[in-house]
Structure formats: C-alpha cells, structure tokens
C-alpha cells in the first residue's frame, strides 16, 4: 500500500516539476501568470483527490482484514 502512495507521490513531484519547466516557456508575463494560477488550482485539486482516495482504500483494506470489526476515526 504504502508502496503504490510513494511512486505516486513521486509521480505528481515529476508532474509538478514538468509543469515548472513548460510555464517558463510561456513568453507573456500574464498569460504565464494566469496559466500558472490554474495549474496550482488543478494541481492542488489533484492533490486533494489523490489524499482522500488513498485514505479511502487504506480504510477499506483494514476493514476488510478485520471482517465485521470496522474502525472508524473520527
């Protein structure tokens, strides 16, 4: 499990540094502003998403390793 979370964590920092390269490519100050303004918005999103899926499948393999005992933190 913790294997899957670290390559994808790598994976969204070569993602993130790919997009730090790309942006300096942009030659318009604002457009590069702008375009860098969404691409945390999306990044950040992704990032958000990624957290709550891994928290949600650690949760269900410990549930289902438990059988009927589920337990669930508040």
Known sequence: MQDRYILGSMIFL???CSW????????????SSEADKDAFIVFASCFAC????FIAS??????????????ILI
Do not use: K, M
């Open 14 to 16: 070569y993602l993130v």
């Open 20 to 31: 730090h390269a790309v942006v300096t490519l942009i030659g318009d100050n604002v457009a």
């Open 50 to 53: 990624l957290q709550v899926l």
């Open 58 to 71: 650690v949760v269900i393999s410990v549930s289902w390793h438990l059988g009927s005992r589920v337990f």
